[in-house]
């Protein structure tokens, strides 16, 4: 059976990187979205490849510089152990010899973590669609400085609603009951609310809107 969504529709991912926060504010930003599921996480090589071959996920977000035997032998590993699923590195280097090595050893995208989410949302899709997705870093590219995030007196009256409740630890599903909407909308909700701030994850977010406090 070819590699694709589950019976949900779901895109299934598992994420491998040794930075825990990095990590878990990349799977909770994944979970923001319609259509992507985080099946696991590993904090090692050979945790990814074992994970892998136990959830067969459907795309493998790799770091590079971890523990273990090193990127080659980890995407080998891993491509081994879950033939149909798409690899994609996500990582902090730009080496050009690198990256091609990693290609041509099977990688369908190259990654640099200063990438947009949106960006990279597009590039699990591509990768699942059976396109290859690059992005160097903004210095490797040339590109011009970030744009700088909007404050946080520009949400709205309902997304700081909403935000209070993020704040009191609620999951989406309470936070949709609370305001007697759905799901999918306080996804959306929170979707807009990560690009105004510039936000990362959930704490950042609300430490970006409530800065007076401490969480």
Known sequence: MSAGPDDSGDIRVLAVDDHRLLREALCELLEMYDGLTVVAQADDGPSGVRLAGLHRPDLVLLDVEMPG???????RGIRQAAPEARVVILTMHDDRQLIDSLLSAGAVGYLHKEVDRE???????????????MFLSRKASGAGPER?????DTLTL????????????????????????????????????FDKLGATSRLDAVNRTFPSRRY
């Open 69 to 75: 035997p090193g990127p080659l032998a980890n995407l």
């Open 119 to 133: 960006v990279l949302v597009s590039a699990i899709r591509s990768a699942m669609a059976g396109g290859t997705t």
């Open 148 to 152: 700088r995030p909007a404050p946080a």
């Open 158 to 193: 309902r997304e700081r609603e909403l935000m209070e409740l993020v704040a009191q630890s609620m999951s989406n599903r309470q936070i949709g009951s609370r305001l007697g909407i759905t799901e999918g909308t306080v996804k959306r909700h929170l979707r807009n609310i």
